[in-house]
DNA sequence: AAGTGGTCTAGACCACGTC
DNA sequence: ACGTGGTCTAGACCACTTT
């Protein structure tokens, strides 16, 4: 075969590009198992091996989940183990906490000149914007706003914020179809302002970690801008270096 | 059917312990080749499928790096693409910043009750205390403070600190054979107090984010604890989800 | 018993770097 | 030309779950 490296790509990365566009076009729901890798590979003319690899890298990047003995899942934030995959703020103590999340807010608004950047959409086109205050337990910690693409999330109120009894990733999802497969946080220390410190209970000035997130769906495509203000007077922002 | 499930590891697992041990011994050094597949695959008894499965765990865990056409290398913090793996700091414009490491101060101490338990090290037992000022290009971003158990880290000296031009970890690597293999980070939002005020340049209280880091090396032994208080008004902490 | 993912093997060939 | 890692295949068998 004439194989020219430019261009090369190993046949499993192209199952890979397979699978995950039928991912995109919705073939399979999160939580759904996907076929066999031995139908998969009847259905890609390949071997079970290639689709092995593929999926490999695929379940690497938490795209999809596999179980022995039952088959490949389709990833979801509804999934407990993959809820709060995100959120990274533990208790000193290193207990679990119990979250709740408050809607305080939510409106309509127009992309600015920043929104309409991050989010790649039209300056002026329509944004939706969440206030929500984050509690562990009965201790507030974490106040947020969150801009969200306003095509994507019509009929998006605080209502809906209100009755959902679970993570705002898993309402995304089961919702407005919508799965955030990986972010981007920017982390500074910031003082707190009079609103977020009377919010958060402390005093004004009190520092606070500023965590500004952009989170992709599939294909890279950003979804979400969200700025958060942490607490970490009894908390602290957890990350592990590999 | 007889289930003899709790001990059982696969094939490629044992072998991956085996070359951990040997990497652990020192058998090949950071930046030198491994033997090839091939041959490791006759020295374990195994096919050389199974050799390569375990060293694609290794090389996601960053122990090893596989250049194609040339071998398998231990994974080294000389290697400029890993120089500083560890450092999340990023300026605003998200330029690479010219890094520059000025050591303060290195003495002797005894292992109080915190460092004791965090190095996992009697009480009492010598350590190293670093601090350290970080600059990119001529502005101040970070200042250190490391914790160093002093039993591997005899000889070292702020000389041997000012002498040395590149990081730190590949100052440990070379000088006294420890190669850090990962770290977990806390971090937190402080004010910045009177002292570190001055060293940064900026106004006593200013926000700063304090990373506390442990670092282990083969065997999840830690062997450095580390504070880092970081200016973030023109420079921000990077962290990618997954 | 049947179906799924997980492991292990053996062999062929490709892409890359070096001699 | 040769040795290295990288890809692809085919088949056998193991471990886990469900029927």
Redesign the pocket.
């Known amino acids: ?1 004439a ?1 020219e ?1 430019p261009t ?1 790509s ?5 199952i890979k590009s397979l699978i995950l566009q039928a991912l995109e076009a919705g073939e399979w729901r999160p939580g759904q ?7 998969l590979a009847v259905r890609f ?6 689709v ?2 593929a ?1 490999d890298e695929m379940a690497a990047e938490n795209l999809l989940v ?7 899942f389709v990833a979801s934030h509804s999934d407990p183990r993959a809820m709060f995959r995100f959120l990274r703020l533990v208790p000193d103590d290193d207990s679990i906490p119990q979250r709740e999340s408050i809607p305080l807010e939510c409106w309509r608004a127009k992309a600015g000149h920043e929104a309409s950047r991050i989010l790649a959409i039209e300056p002026g086109a329509p944004i939706m914007i969440v206030r929500r205050l984050l509690r562990f337990a009965t201790t507030p910690v974490v106040v947020d706003e969150i801009y969200l693409p306003g095509e994507i999330f019509q009929g998006l109120t605080l209502e809906v914020l209100q009755s959902w009894r679970s993570s705002l990733y898993s309402l995304f999802e089961s919702r407005f179809g919508l799965r955030m497969i990986r972010a981007d946080e920017k982390i500074r220390a910031v003082a707190a302002d009079k609103a977020t410190a009377e919010i958060l209970e402390v005093p004004e000035a009190t520092p606070l970690l500023s965590v500004e997130r952009v989170t992709y769906t599939y294909g890279d495509r950003p979804v979400e801008w969200r700025r958060g203000l942490y607490l970490t007077e009894a908390h602290y922002y957890h990350n592990e270096l590999n």
Request: proline residues 6%; positive net charge.
């Open positions: 075969m194989q490296s090369f190993p046949l499993y990365r192209q198992a996907i076929p066999s890798e031995q139908e003319s390949v071997s079970q091996g290639t092995r690899k999926i596999r179980k022995q003995g039952k088959g490949t």
